[in-house]
Every structure is written in structure tokens, then in C-alpha cells.
């Protein structure tokens, strides 16, 4: 993998908050785009725009419609949903709720707040949000790493397709790969680990 090629990302909400727009554009080491959701969006057609769009890191707020669109309810629905498929796409949950049982999330920025703490809203995200960011992008690499090995001593696996699945997890790929072909490469990775637990 070369280590200089952008992580793909995608910031999904139903209503784009700019300054979190903007620190994500401008954090070394990942491509991001915004994402809002139409009316006619629901979870699945939300992971298919993600895992079709090569997406490895997920910005999602935690109330994506807000009420305007009844099919879609929660960014943790498709957080669950997206990451029981698709365990190497890392999910970063948002909330612009202040009142507690959303502490498992991260709080967006908030202005009103940030005139008694006199802190940016970079200065913000560079606490709460870079360290997430960090640990997505050397989890994301040390992953690739890791499959790009046992792929390559294990003797079941062609040539190309190790190269396929290295790929999937990468951003070299200038192909891109289909749903199909992540749901096969997502088979093939369970039957490689079903005979390594049998042996």
C-alpha cells in the first residue's frame, strides 16, 4: 500500500455543519466528502453509497433526519448495520446533544460553549476528535499490512485475488470494486478463517 494515498471518508448528516466540514477537508491523510441524505435514503442505500464509494472512515451524526425523513432514524442504525458487514470500515458517531446518554459519542462543536471556553473549533476537534481520527488511520494501516501478509502465506489465495482484496482495504485500486465483489471478498475472508480455525 502507499502510505501517501488519501483515506477515503465521508461526513454524512442531514444538515452539514461547516466547521466540522472544514477541519475534516483540512486533516492530513484522508479525502473526505460530505454526504446529506435525500428523502428517499434509507440505511442500506446509505452503505451501499459508502462501501460502492471505497469509504474506510465514516463521520456519521447520531440524528440524521431530524424528523424530516421517516427512513432514516439514527446514525448508530446504520453504525450497527455498517459495521456488522463491513468490520473494516471504521464508524465515528456524532452528536450535537449536550445532555447525557450521548457520552459514548462525540460532541460536534458548540459555539455558545466556546464563548466561555474561549476554545476554536479547531482547537476543539484537535482535542476531542484528532486523537479518533489518528487511531482509525493506524488501525486502517496496520490492518492493510496484516492482510496484505497472511494473504500472501496463504497458499489457497491466487495472485489476483490477493491483489483484489489487498485493494478492498487500500485506495491503490484505480478499479473500483463493486458491492458484489466486497460481499465475495467478504466470503472468501470467512472461509479462510473457518479452515485456519480447524486446523
Known amino acids: 500500500m502507499n502510505m501517501k494515498t488519501l483515506i477515503e471518508t465521508c461526513y454524512i448528516d442531514d444538515v452539514v455543519d461547516t466547521e466540522l466540514s472544514q477541519y475534516l477537508k483540512n486533516y492530513a491523510g484522508i479525502h473526505n466528502r460530505d454526504c446529506?441524505?435525500?428523502?428517499?435514503?434509507?440505511?442500506?442505500?446509505?452503505?451501499?453509497?459508502?462501501?460502492?464509494?471505497?469509504?474506510?472512515?465514516?463521520?456519521?451524526?447520531?440524528?440524521?433526519?431530524?424528523?424530516?425523513?421517516?427512513?432514516?432514524?439514527?446514525?448508530q442504525q446504520v453504525e450497527l448495520l455498517l459495521t456488522q458487514?463491513?468490520?473494516?470500515?471504521?464508524?465515528?458517531?456524532?452528536?450535537?446533544?449536550?445532555?447525557?446518554?450521548?457520552?459514548?459519542?462525540?460532541?460536534?462543536?458548540?459555539?455558545?460553549v466556546s464563548r466561555v471556553t474561549k476554545e476554536t473549533?479547531?482547537?476543539y476537534y484537535d482535542?476531542?476528535?484528532?486523537?479518533?481520527?489518528?487511531?482509525a488511520l493506524n488501525k486502517y494501516i496496520r490492518n492493510t499490512k496484516t492482510v496484505d501478509t497472511e494473504l500472501t502465506?496463504?497458499?489457497?489465495?491466487?495472485?489476483?485475488?490477493?491483489?483484489q482484496i489487498v485493494s478492498s482495504f487500500s485506495n491503490d485500486s484505480q478499479i473500483l470494486m463493486s458491492k458484489d465483489d466486497l460481499d465475495r471478498?467478504?466470503?472468501?475472508?470467512?472461509?479462510?478463517?473457518?479452515s485456519h480455525e480447524n486446523k
Request: hydrophobic share 40%; aromatic share 8%.
Open 121 to 123: 473549533a479547531t482547537g
Open 85 to 112: 458487514r463491513y468490520p473494516f470500515i471504521f464508524v465515528i458517531v456524532m452528536t450535537s446533544h449536550l445532555e447525557s446518554g450521548y457520552d459514548q459519542y462525540i460532541k460536534k462543536y458548540n459555539s455558545r
Open 127 to 135: 482535542r476531542v476528535l484528532k486523537p479518533v481520527l489518528d487511531f
Open 185 to 194: 471478498i467478504f466470503n472468501l475472508f470467512e472461509e479462510i478463517k473457518e
Open 36 to 75: 446529506v441524505p435525500s428523502k428517499d435514503d434509507d440505511a442500506a442505500s446509505l452503505i451501499n453509497m459508502i462501501v460502492e464509494g471505497g469509504c474506510r472512515i465514516v463521520i456519521i451524526d447520531s440524528d440524521l433526519a431530524n424528523g424530516q425523513n421517516p427512513l432514516l432514524t439514527t446514525g
Open 153 to 163: 502465506e496463504e497458499k489457497g489465495i491466487g495472485s489476483s485475488e490477493r491483489a
